[in-house]
């Protein structure tokens, strides 16, 4: 039977799982790409807490009336949460792309994150 696109990603995503772990030192940036939006959150495994969240949904962007699964809000988000990750003293993350190739909306937010100032 043929694998599915969420069956592959599943694969690369655990096989990056395995060697990607935030430590209070060294948080964790996830993202999640749906069809229609973008999500991301700074994660400390060892204690397995969300720390820092930001998604399309959030109301900062209530008054966009663009796509919101797109590049441009991609760059949006990347700068929100990292806007909100410095509020709280957080300055150096790993990148985990969730098994999504470093193209596009993904790297867009990585490369946000990392122009506004988180350092991985």
Do not use: C, W
């Amino acid at each position: 039977m043929a694998e599915s696109k969420t069956d592959g990603r599943d694969r690369r995503h655990k096989r990056i799982r395995k060697k990607v772990f935030g430590t209070p030192e060294r948080l964790r940036l996830s993202v999640y790409r749906s069809l229609n939006h973008i999500y991301a959150q700074i994660i400390d495994d060892s204690k397995g807490n969300t720390l820092v969240a930001a998604s399309s949904l959030d109301k900062e962007f209530k008054d966009e009336k663009s796509h919101k699964g797109n590049v441009k809000m991609a760059k949006l988000v990347g700068e929100l949460i990292a806007k909100r990750a410095l509020e709280k003293g957080i300055k150096k993350i790993v990148f985990d792309r969730s098994g999504y190739l470093y193209h596009g909306s993904v790297s867009a937010l990585a490369e946000a994150v990392r122009e506004a100032g988180l350092e991985f």
